[in-house]
């Protein structure tokens, strides 16, 4: 492998895994650098702890309120932008999902919450 090559590669995991943060960030409204993130639990951990069974209690609390009639979709995509976030900040950047994919995977997303609101 070229030195280009390996430069773009590591360029390319990093704004994918930059990616996965800020969407951690938006659907949590919690920074990485925030006080509860000691020792060994980062954002990351914390949410990959959460997931599935207790991520109503690590996403903002504003975007899923008791008694809304589209709780049961708004959580199922939750999940799926968790589960792409967790993807995008794996700690092998080889084992990261591309950009590509990621976008795709956003997109179906984006159908599936549409076509479930109708």
Same mark, same amino acid.
Not at 4 to 26: A, K, R
Not at 77 to 88: D, P, T, V
Not at 91 to 100: L, Y
């Given at each position: 492998?070229t ?51 207790e991520l109503? %209690? ?48 956003? %997109? ?11």
């Open positions: 492998m030195i280009l090559y390996l430069l773009i590669l590591v360029s390319m995991s990093c704004d994918v895994y930059s990616f996965g943060i800020l969407m951690i960030e938006t659907f949590t409204r919690i920074r990485p650098s925030d006080e509860i993130f000691t020792g060994d639990l980062s954002i990351q951990r914390w949410i990959s702890d959460s997931f599935p069974g109503h %209690k690590v996403v903002d609390s504003n975007l899923v309120q008791p008694g809304d009639e589209q709780i049961a979709a708004k959580m199922q995509c939750l999940l799926s932008i968790m589960e792409l976030a967790l993807n995008c900040t794996l700690v092998r950047p080889d084992a990261r999902i591309s950009m590509k994919d990621a976008l795709s995977t956003l %997109k179906k997303m984006r159908l599936q919450l549409v076509s479930s609101r109708h």
